[in-house]
């Protein structure tokens, strides 16, 4: 059973990463939940992966979060307005 649910995994994320090109820009409520999933330790998918590596979206002005070949980075500027820069 585990081994057919690693290859149905497998597949499920080859078929995100076909369909990944489709998809539009994230809003702000998925950037949002993908930074406080990410702060309580979940793994992300590789379809928000490869969005997040589109986009590096700034959230609440300080934090930024950059993706580059799957690795997710997150920064936080402190009394830093990202936005301005």
């Known amino acids: 059973m585990r081994s057919m649910q690693r290859r149905l995994s497998a597949l499920e994320d080859v078929m995100a990463d076909a369909l990944a090109p489709e998809y539009p820009a994230l809003t702000p ?3 949002g939940a993908i930074a406080r999933r990410f ?23 300080e934090l ?8 997710l ?6 009394g830093v307005d ?4």
Do not use: A, F
């Not at 379809?47 to 002005?61: A, F, H, K, M, V």
């Not at 980075?73 to 402190?78: D, E, F, I």
């Open 82 to 85: 990202l936005g301005e820069i």
């Open 29 to 31: 409520s998925e950037v």
């Open 64 to 71: 930024l979060m950059t993706c580059h070949r799957r690795h």
């Open 39 to 61: 702060h309580s330790g979940e793994k992300l998918t590789r379809t928000e992966l490869n969005r997040l590596e589109r986009q590096s979206p700034i959230i609440d002005g």
């Open 73 to 78: 980075t997150v920064k936080r500027y402190v």
